[in-house]
């Protein structure tokens, strides 16, 4: 029998709800391009449900332990004494989430000479140290396209939010004023910009084409070039690389996974070759841009804004610097665990855990890392600094 650990994050501070905004979800038939949703054989959640909180349990302790397996469900990841660290002595499962991560590190895979399968239920797996579950034959899996169109949509509004300088103007209505002239000092319309994205992926094409019918002219970067017929379908101009890019760009959008290539991408050197005045949106993850770099750009005016929900470490410390640094549009990590989304990763992650205990294939589009390699998505998406 297994033992399988879960990292949520905590429950809602009024506790878990007991009704909800909406009476439920839009169906959908699939993800864009033909891949199937998340196709488990069975599901014990209510979808549109809160489900990635430590009393959501993702839907799983009911399935596991009919069959016998054991579900420990904690909040608390971190700290020398930490009941992830306790329990993952003798785990056989790590699920975690990238919004909550549970950093597994070369360490803590060294001290879990059980593990054999490191699931993120979600999309993202930087917080397991790939080189180390290569070399000690964990499974990393995650639910691939889940919560792309939600991070999607996540983008699109924070480039609005920041353009169009709403946030302040928000806040002007909640303190009572009133004063047009200092609400609309910074805002522009994105209509005519040029907008990028360093990486063109699930998440980074669905990024351009909701962007499309704003009239903007779009630009990516990406290690794999898109279709010729997505480019002239969308009106995309191509750059090599990120370099080559953000000279060209009012806007720019990372949606591009945290490895040796992309780690401190944005850093003071880059950030310098950027129009002045340009917004930067990042919920990819944090460390694609150097933290103090972004600051001093946004306090030069170098940057006009900048945007996302990505931190490093998660939970962001108090005085961590992005939440008092001026003109930005952060949010804690919350573009890919809506409602939506949630019910696509809890199911997603049940259809893994399914595949794996009855000793099946998992879903080659969910694979990470496996037999010692990168594997499906992972051998798409990710280096390694292994030679």
């Not at 038939?29 to 033909?34: F, L």
């Not at 002239?181 to 319309?189: I, L, Q």
């Not at 019910?343 to 992650?349: D, L, P, V």
Request: with cysteine; aromatic share 6%.
């Amino acid at each position: 029998m297994a033992k399988v650990l879960c990292v949520l994050y905590d429950d809602p501070i009024d506790g878990y709800p007991a009704s909800y905004a909406r009476d439920g979800l839009p169906e959908l038939s699939g993800y864009p391009g033909g891949q199937t949703l998340p196709s488990p054989k069975g599901i014990d959640f209510t979808p549109g449900h809160l489900l990635g909180s430590v009393s959501g349990e993702l839907g799983l302790r009911r399935f596991l332990e009919e069959r016998g397996h054991t579900l420990v469900v904690t909040s608390d990841k971190d700290g020398d004494d930490s009941a992830f660290d306790r329990e993952l002595a003798d785990a056989d499962v790590v699920i975690s989430q990238p919004f909550w991560p549970a950093y597994l590190t070369a360490e803590r895979i060294a001290r879990a000479p059980e593990l054999k399968l490191a699931v993120t239920a979600g999309i993202g797996s930087d917080h397991v140290d790939l080189d180390a579950a290569i070399a000690h034959g964990v499974t990393v899996a995650e639910v691939t396209y889940c919560n792309s169109i939600s991070v999607a949509e996540h983008v699109v509004m924070m480039i609005l939010s920041l353009v169009r300088d709403y946030l302040p103007a928000h806040r002007t209505v909640l303190d009572g004023g009133w004063n047009i002239a200092d609400r609309v000092a910074r805002s522009y319309d994105l209509e005519g910009m040029h907008v990028g994205t360093v990486a063109a992926g699930r998440i980074g094409t669905a990024v351009l084409r909701r962007l499309k019918p704003f009239d903007v002219h779009l630009h990516y970067t990406d290690r794999h070039r898109l279709p010729a017929e997505v480019e002239e379908e969308l009106g995309l101009t191509f750059h090599p690389d990120a370099a080559a890019m953000v000279p060209h760009c009012d806007v720019v959008t990372v949606n591009a996974p945290l490895h040796p290539e992309t780690e401190g991408l944005f850093d003071d050197a880059l950030l310098a070759t950027m129009k002045r005045g340009a917004y930067l949106i990042n919920t990819a993850r944090a460390k694609i841009a150097d933290r103090d770099a972004i600051v001093r750009a946004l306090q030069s005016g170098q940057l006009a804004g900048y945007a996302g929900d990505v931190w490093y470490p998660q939970p962001a410390p108090a005085d961590h610097p992005w939440r008092t640094m001026p003109h930005h549009g952060m949010t804690p990590h919350i573009s890919g665990s809506s409602l939506s989304a949630q019910t696509r990763y809890a199911a997603g992650t049940r259809e893994i855990l399914e595949a794996w205990l009855a000793g099946t294939p998992i879903r080659e589009e969910y694979l990470i890392v496996e037999g010692g390699a990168l594997a499906g998505a992972g051998a798409h998406s990710y280096s390694t600094r292994q030679k």
